[in-house]
């Protein structure tokens, strides 16, 4: 039906959540448990209270939420659910998850054989499937690069390396280096000093703390080297940008 406006219920957006290693030995009456809680985790602080499904999958579970706009790759939250719970699942389950966001697919895209269908039918359990693994190689490196971002901001605080990185997502640090780059323009180290600069903007802006502390909380022993980097990245001194933002 074409009247000009989005058919809501015709979109779904699918999230894949796998665990990639177990952070002690577990036998394997034990990680079906624990992977059944991650299920239920998963329904809990992604899925609920949206509209959608979440289902068990091998070594994992997935997310479908229904009812999204064709224009919105995600709805607002999305991405901060998942960190949520990929903190959970390495504190509660003892498990590291991968957790890989697709884009809004149209309902009609599982259902090409039956096209008579309403368009509001829910698909049916051998379309989840087919849904998880749809653009799959097209996304993999996005994917990948989101892994890499989602790791730099969870741990912008702590001592970072390019080789605890690759660590991460199972890369080569030389290799994770030269695709780093290709894929954004930038090295780790350049991202990191990056990320670490709009961290402290946000913190000159919205909080007390003296800029001593601030450099101290994002990893720098050496104001002058700090403000040199600041001074490099945004125009102003961090004292200077405090009082021009406010």
């Known amino acids: 039906m074409d009247n000009g406006k989005t058919e809501y219920s015709s979109w779904i957006l699918p999230i894949r959540i796998s ?16 992977e059944y809680a991650l299920c239920n985790a998963t329904d809990e602080l992604i899925r609920h209270p949206l509209s959608g499904a979440t289902v068990r999958i091998r070594h994992g579970a997935a997310v479908f939420l229904f009812g999204l706009p064709a224009q919105n790759q995600i709805l607002s ?81 702590d001592q970072l390396s390019r080789e605890k990185i690759a660590d991460f997502v199972h890369f080569h640090p030389a290799y994770l280096s030269r695709f780093f780059r290709k894929k954004t323009g930038l090295s780790l180290s350049e991202y990191i000093v990056q990320q670490r600069i709009e961290r402290a903007k946000v913190m000159l802006t919205q909080s007390e703390l003296r800029i001593g502390h601030i450099m101290n909380n994002l990893g720098y022993d050496n104001l002058s080297h700090f403000t040199r980097t600041f001074k490099k990245m945004t125009g102003y001194t961090p004292l200077q940008y405090r009082k021009i933002i406010r």
Not at 19 to 34: A, G, K
Not at 105 to 123: G, I, T, Y
Request: aromatic residues 6%; glycine residues 4%; charged residues 35%.
């Open 19 to 34: 665990v990639r290693r177990w952070s002690i030995p577990l036998p394997e009456h034990e990680r079906n448990l624990l």
């Open 77 to 157: 939250g999305v991405e901060h659910r998942c960190r949520q719970l990929r903190k959970f699942a390495k504190a509660s389950l003892y498990a590291d998850v991968d957790i890989d966001i697709g884009e809004t697919v149209p309902m009609k895209e599982l259902a090409l054989d039956n096209r008579n269908e309403p368009e509001n039918k829910q698909p049916q359990s051998n379309d989840f499937g087919r849904l998880l693994h749809m653009r799959q190689d097209r996304h993999s490196d996005d994917a990948i690069i989101r892994q890499v971002f989602d790791y730099i901001e969870e741990n912008l605080l």
